[in-house]
């Protein structure tokens, strides 16, 4: 359902709707992207999306809307940039009114009787993806309406997404549970129906916006469990290294075909056991970085740890690109893409768009 082909992929960027994008993303058939697993496997950047769509010659006012949507995506990456592990835990302030650790049954097991989500649960477990809104609504219901702390929920999404970014995963479900915002968000029966085009009544769901944060749990979220998050990763296999040549470090979130591709040098997916230990990934998201793999030429697997690849194989002239996940690589860092110079920690995303706007709008008047 997510082609891997990458002559595919660009296609695909070229032929978004960007001017339909903004009235209609929050409903089911918006004209989302999808670019999302692409963009989190580092196969395009941001700014390639960005380029693409001023070189389409758009009006400002028809991209605005999904570059914004674009610079969430840069804004989060730059708080885990800055903050490094202290979005693991409760980033802004505690999260409030929490009564369990784990996840309800009825989420994972999509019986949580409400129809839309339910079966947008059982087709995630098939495609790996969830539109935005419907992450916010499953964020909702297990957080606020059945008060899990966010942590176990997060990482069971981020363990089926195809696009699974931690920095945009936890700190979005920070934001839905108030741990990353000042209020915790809540959508009831009637917006899911109105997004999604249902009619459904009388569920859990189907009460006011200033009774549902003072509802109690309802009995079908009530039976909790704590799923079972393993990678299983490919069998360790030697490598042929070529020792006068330099090495290129591809990762989790680093599969860009483009990025020295006119370089003869060695090519090695990288694939640690411990950043899976932290970050578990299901077979379907290894499946797929694999497929995506098979875009960059000559890329050899390397299972095991960035100091035992040194052991093994002593390559020399390492290159990577810089990731929060992979700060005890050493050699040659280089900068991943974004659309702005905007960088560093800003308290809030209309903060850091604002910077954003400024650099757009002097685009624009440029042209
Ligand atoms: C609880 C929760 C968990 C999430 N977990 C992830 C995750 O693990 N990985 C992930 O990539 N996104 C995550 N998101 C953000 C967002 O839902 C997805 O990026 C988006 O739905 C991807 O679909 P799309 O490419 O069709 O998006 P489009 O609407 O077409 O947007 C275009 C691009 O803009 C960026 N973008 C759009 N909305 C957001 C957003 N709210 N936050 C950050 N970037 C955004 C993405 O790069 C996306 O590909 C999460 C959101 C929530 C509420």
Redesign the pocket.
């Known amino acids: 359902m997510f082609e891997t082909d990458f002559e595919k992929i660009l296609h695909q960027v070229e032929n978004i709707h960007p001017t339909t994008y903004g009235n209609t ?1 929050n409903y089911k058939d918006g004209s ?5 697993p692409y ?2 496997r580092g196969v395009i950047s ?1 700014k390639y999306v960005f380029t693409s769509l001023l070189n389409r010659g758009f009006n400002y006012w028809e991209i605005e809307r ?1 570059i914004q ?2 610079a ?2 840069d804004y ?1 990456q730059q708080i885990w940039i800055e903050k490094g592990n202290l979005i693991d835990d409760d980033f802004k302030s505690s999260q409030t009114n929490v009564e369990n650790h784990q996840i309800p049954k009825a989420i994972i097991e999509a019986k949580t009787g409400i129809e839309v989500i339910d079966k947008a649960i059982l087709d995630f477990y098939e495609t790996g993806y969830l ?2 809104h419907l ?2 609504y499953i ?1 909702s219901i297990t957080c606020n309406v059945a008060k899990s702390h966010w942590k176990i929920p997060a990482k069971w ?2 363990y089926h ?1 195809l ?3 931690w920095a ?2 936890a700190l ?2 920070q934001w ?1 549970a108030g741990a990353n915002s000042n209020n915790k968000y809540f959508a009831n029966q009637e917006n899911i129906n109105k997004f999604f085009y249902s009619d459904q009544k009388d569920t859990f769901l189907d009460v006011g916006y200033e009774e549902l944060p003072l509802s109690s749990i309802p009995e079908i979220l009530q039976e909790l469990t704590t799923p079972t998050l393993l990678t299983s990763l490919p069998e360790k296999k030697s490598l042929k290294i070529d020792s006068q040549k330099p090495t290129l470090l591809y990762n989790f979130y680093n599969l860009d075909p483009l990025w020295k591709n006119d370089m003869d040098a060695n090519r090695i997916l990288l694939l640690e056991p411990s950043h899976f230990q932290k970050y578990p990934v299901s077979e379907k998201s290894i499946d797929f970085i694999l497929a995506l793999g098979q875009n960059i030429e000559n890329l050899q697997i390397y299972t095991g740890e960035f100091e035992e690849l040194m052991k093994e194989y002593q390559p020399e002239n390492i290159y990577f690109k810089e990731h929060p996940t992979n700060i005890h690589y050493t050699g040659t860092v280089e900068s991943r893409d974004w659309m702005f110079s905007v960088k560093g920690y800003y308290s809030s995303f209309f903060k850091f768009w604002k910077q954003c706007k400024k650099e757009l709008s002097i685009l624009y008047n440029a042209q």
Do not use: C, F, G
Not at 32 to 36: E, H, I, K
């Open positions: 993303r989302v992207t999808r670019l999302s963009i989190s941001t999904l949507e674009l969430w995506r989060w539109h935005n992450r916010l964020a999404l981020y997404l696009d699974a970014d945009s995963n979005s479900w839905v």
